[in-house]
């Protein structure tokens, strides 16, 4: 690149002062970082692959801010490039129903890959992006014709490296040599509290040597340097981290380098001072003609590029079918298992579908952490696996991105405990509809032995909690099989709760409803004083309970609810028609379950943490036996 120093410094200008204003118009927001990333985002300009009337071209590089807090400049980019974003939109920043909300969401803004804010997530985003695009390629890529060639670009900051995330999410982008990956470090040194040395004293980059990364230190006010980083780092064999040193609020008048830039508005004399010092217009959100011809210039190179790229898939009709099949799943061409009546535990179950689901669908991979024998997550298909080590955040965050990427349904499973070590990823996914289908075994106190540590409690009532995820705790095998067919077209990410210990197959000679509602009945009584709803390995327990109950005399019907989430969204007539509302209705769920309070009028639930002991034990010690239900709901009527 051979770009006047000139020109680029008004481009950069263009950038900073469309991102003061922007914060400054809102009175929020953070212009620190976009003052101080300018320099480099004008030079990343021109390598940068993308096409801004087609954001979703396949083949464009991916550009993830992980530090989301730069969202001013990420828009201000955006803008300039000539992506659906106007200058108004740019003037509404943070605003009630804007396009440019105060940290980047994919579903409010064209041209945003992923959805970021909390620190760290980002990183692992951009890890998830490089993966899948090495994934895409494997499948589609041929000596004659390289359908996926394209880039991801991170920038991130010192809040993100000093997340955990980002720890987990290096160490296996350097281990895989994912060196289609490039993330540009904004080493500003400072955090909202002050200078970085009050907290942050590691070098950071011998731990990125040292996680197999290629490192490239350089000023980030320096655009010869910036250009040859980004040179060398496209052509590099392994991940490249460019360590950009950059001063916070570059071309303030007076606050350049303070850590007050950070997260408040400069305010109207400091931005006036500061546009004077730079010789630029004090005229808001200025935007010289020479500079907006340079940025717009990214519409004509990214036309030309996807047309190009069609023009290459075109001449290699094999490799668009293969496309086609992953962009393009055909749910209907999964040959599901049949289960015969022998007690299994639904983790098992789960294995054999998911194997099944794999056949059929060519963009369905995944991994667990560690755990893949125990998750019962193997899949027999070569090439289909992912194995992220003891990673569960990591792992999270990067199918998420993969569920992005456009071509793949991916999967991720680790113990249900654990879910407490990803459970940021799993609220990101939620905010991007990501189809990302979360796997957890080991789901109850029916863990035994490994003891409270082991044994979900509070977990499945927080997911529950979450807007726009779909929890499954199937009750054996068909109800999983059923959950399955949900869960792929649902345009939302969904977990599945599955059992380590047997479950007995149900009998289903009497249900009625409809399982896509969330609930169904499985017993129903002419004259029910009773409805018992249930899920997971409590199902089998309501239906023994209410057998004990009818000989009683005491009228039962059991309601199976393998989603409560999909419940609560059903019309008021089918719940009163499921739950009979003239009966008592009692919840029984070996968790916390306090949710249930919003159908049931009693809970049998759990409100201690569990113990080492077998399983067997440990029902009988917390109730959950049917003779210990029957009392109970004796002693409720």
């Known amino acids: 690149m051979d770009i006047d120093a000139n020109l680029l410094t008004k481009m950069s200008n263009t950038l900073r002062f469309l991102s003061v204003d922007m914060v400054q118009k809102a009175n929020s927001g953070h212009p620190g970082m976009p003052m101080g990333m300018a320099d480099v985002i004008s030079v990343f300009h021109f390598h940068y692959s993308h096409n801004p009337k087609n954001p979703r071209w396949l083949n464009r590089d991916r550009l993830i801010f992980s530090g989301g807090h730069g969202s001013a400049l990420l828009y201000s980019f955006l803008h300039l490039a000539g992506y659906d974003l106007t200058l108004d939109d740019l003037k509404n920043f943070r605003q009630l129903g804007s396009k440019t909300p105060g940290h980047p969401e994919t579903i409010q803004t064209p041209g945003i890959d992923a959805t970021t804010g909390p620190l760290g997530q980002g990183f692992a985003n951009a890890v998830g992006f490089a993966l899948a695009s090495r994934l895409a390629a494997e499948r589609l890529n041929t000596k004659e014709a390289k359908i996926i060639d ?84 496209k052509k590099a064999s392994k991940p490249t981290l460019i360590i950009s040193n950059s001063t916070i609020a570059k071309g303030a008048a007076t606050m350049e380098g303070s850590n007050k830039t950070h997260g408040a508005p400069l305010g109207e004399a400091e931005i006036a001072a500061s546009k004077a010092k730079a010789g630029w217009s004090g005229e808001q959100f200025y935007i010289p003609d020479e500079a907006l011809v340079w940025f717009r210039s990214a519409i004509d190179r990214g036309e030309i590029a996807e047309r190009e790229w069609n023009a290459l898939l075109n001449e290699h009709p094999a490799q668009k079918e293969s496309l086609r099949a992953l962009v393009n799943p055909n749910f209907d061409a999964v040959d599901y298992p049949s289960f015969d009546s022998l007690p299994c535990a639904t983790r098992d179950t789960n294995g054999v579908i998911m194997n099944a689901i794999a056949a059929a669908l060519p963009g369905f991979v995944g991994g667990s952490a560690d755990l893949e024998s125990s998750n019962k997550t193997e899949i027999a298909i070569s090439g289909r696996g992912v194995r992220f080590g003891i990673r569960e955040h ?27 070590y990803l459970k940021p990823s799993v609220r990101t996914a939620a905010l991007m ?142 719940i009163d028609w499921l739950i009979d509302s003239k009966t008592t209705k009692i919840a029984i769920e070996a968790a916390r379950a306090q949710e249930w309070y919003r159908f049931a009028d009693h809970v049998l639930g759990i409100d201690s943490f ?26 409720l009527l």
């Open 433 to 574: 509809k990501a189809k990302n289908i979360f796997i957890w075994t080991h789901d109850s106190i029916g863990v035994g032995e490994d003891g409270a540590t082991h044994q979900p409690i509070e977990q499945i009532s927080a997911f529950r909690a979450l807007p726009g995820f779909y929890l499954f705790r199937p009750a054996d095998g068909a109800e999983n099989i059923a959950c399955w067919k949900l869960a792929l077209t649902l345009n939302a990410p969904s977990g599945f709760v599955l059992s380590r210990q047997k479950l007995d197959a149900l009998d289903r000679s009497c249900e009625e409803g409809d399982i896509a509602k969330g609930a169904y009945l499985l017993v129903r009584n002419p004259s029910p004083r009773v409805s018992l709803i249930a899920t997971g390995s409590e199902v089998a327990l309501a239906i023994a309970a209410a057998a004990k109950l009818k000989e009683e005399g005491i009228g039962v019907n059991v309601v199976s609810a393998p989603c409560f989430d999909l419940l609560c969204e059903q019309e008021r007539e089918y």
């Open 394 to 420: 990591a792992m999270a965050a990067i199918c998420n991105a993969i569920a992005l990427y456009g071509t793949f349904i991916p999967f991720n499973a680790t113990f249900f405990v654990f879910s407490d």
């Open 610 to 635: 569990g113990l080492s002991a077998p399983p067997d034990r440990l029902y009988e010690l917390f109730g959950f036996t049917a003779e210990a239900v029957t009392a109970k709901v004796k002693a």
């Open 150 to 233: 394209h880039k991801v670009w991170c920038f991130c900051g010192d809040g993100d490296l000093m997340e955990g995330i980002s720890y987990e999410s290096a160490s296996i982008a350097g281990h895989l040599k994912l060196n289609n990956l490039i993330a540009l470090y904004d080493s500003n040194r400072i955090t909202i509290d002050g200078s970085i040395d009050l907290t942050f004293s590691e070098d950071v980059a011998a731990r990125f040597r040292a996680q197999n990364w290629d490192v490239i230190p350089i000023c980030g006010h320096n655009f010869s340097e910036i250009n040859s980083a980004f040179e060398r780092a």
